[in-house]
C-alpha cells in the first residue's frame, strides 16, 4: 500500500478545476485526460480503467466486486471520500434520540470511526471490508441489495456511494427500507463526464437530482465543498 495519503479536502479544487473550468470539447478529450488516469491510476491498467462507462454494464457482480477491490489509484490512499465540513455536518445533524448506524460503502471507516466516539452503536457495510476498518459489525454487500429486515437502523448513511452504483434506483429504495428515523447522503456535485478519475456512472449536477431520487417529504440539501448532503428524516 502507498504512503502517500491524499485528502479530499485537496482534492477538491482540482476536481472543480477540471469539471468546471475546461470547455467540454477539452475536458472529456481522450488524448488530454489520459495523463491524467496515468498519474491517479498509478499507470496500471489505464487504458481499460479510461473505458469503464462503455464497459461496466458487462461486469457480473462477482467481476464487479473484483475490479473496485483490486483498483489501484489516488482514491483508495484517501482515509475518507468525506470532506471534513461534510462529514462534521452530517454528524452534527444526527438525531439525538438514535443509537444504531449503518454507514453503506463505509470504506476505511473513519466516517463511523468518528461516530463511534460519539457514543454509537456502528455497523459498516460494503463490496469488501478493508483492513483499516473497525466497527461493532460489518456486512459485505453493495448497496444495491442490503441485507437487512425493513427499519433495522435508526441513522442510514451511504457518502459517496451513489455515483458508483450500477442501479442508483434500487440502491435508493435498499436506503429508504432499511431506515428508522434519518437517512443521510452525500454524493458530489458534478455533471456528466466520461472520463472521471473516480469512475462516477451517477451524476448530480443539481440539488434536485438527488431530492428527486428520494422523493422524501422531510428533507434538507445542502452544497458543501463541491458536494451535496442530503439528510431526510423519516419519522
Known sequence: MSTFSINRDVTYLPRLFLDECLPPFLRD???FMYPFFCVW???KNVRNIMEFKSNFHKYTEEEFRTLN???DSLAQDRSTDLNTSALQYMIDHFDPHASSVLD??????KFLKKVQEKGYRTAGCDL???PLLVCDDFFESNAEELP???KTFDIVTCSHTLEHTRNVHRAVSELKRITIKQLMVTVPCQRYHYYTLDLHLNFFPEASYLINAFSLPNYTCKKIMGDWTYIATLS
Do not use: I, Q, T
Request: proline share 0%; charged share 40%.
Open 148 to 150: 437487512f429486515a425493513d
Open 128 to 130: 469488501y471490508r478493508d
Open 29 to 31: 478529450n481522450k488524448y
Open 104 to 109: 453503506v460503502g463505509c470504506g476505511r471507516g
Open 69 to 71: 477491490k483490486e483498483l
Open 41 to 43: 491510476f498509478k499507470g
